[in-house]
């Protein structure tokens, strides 16, 4: 089992911007993939981006794309969420996951281990 520890969360106004980080206690393998979700008060949890170790591939929910960025930084394993022009609508809880293998980045129940979430308030 993986642990996944995230941090980077906080409070910020419409506009703005945060990082969020997700550090892996070991990195899946190679074929793995690591993943943003969010989940606000009241809604199913939500697909944000996802990242694959070996090349890097991302993908993105069409709500924050060109907005949010996913990274990775190998030798650390840890996964960033670059987010800017942030908008009320993106409050809520954000959980980093890894699955070993997946071929749905955006398909929550194929992850394998998540971490335990980092709030994000956005006000207007």
């Known amino acids: 089992q993986v642990q996944l520890v995230e941090s980077g969360g906080g409070s910020v106004q419409a506009g703005g911007s945060l990082r969020l980080s997700c550090v892996a206690s070991r990195r899946t393998f190679s074929s793995g993939i690591m993943g943003w979700f969010r989940q606000a008060p009241g809604k199913e949890r939500e697909f944000v981006a996802a990242?694959?170790?070996?090349?890097?591939?991302?993908y993105y929910a069409d709500s924050v794309k060109g907005r949010f960025t996913i990274s990775r930084d190998n030798a650390k394993n840890t996964v960033y969420l670059q987010m800017n022009s942030l908008k009320p609508e993106d409050t809520a809880v954000y959980s980093c996951?890894?699955?070993?293998?997946?071929?749905?980045?955006?398909?929550?129940?194929?992850?394998?281990?998540w971490g335990q979430g980092t709030q994000v308030t956005v006000s207007s």
């Open positions: 996951a890894g699955a070993i293998s997946t071929l749905r980045p955006g398909v929550a129940d194929d992850y394998d281990d």
């Open positions: 990242s694959r170790w070996r090349d890097g591939t991302t």
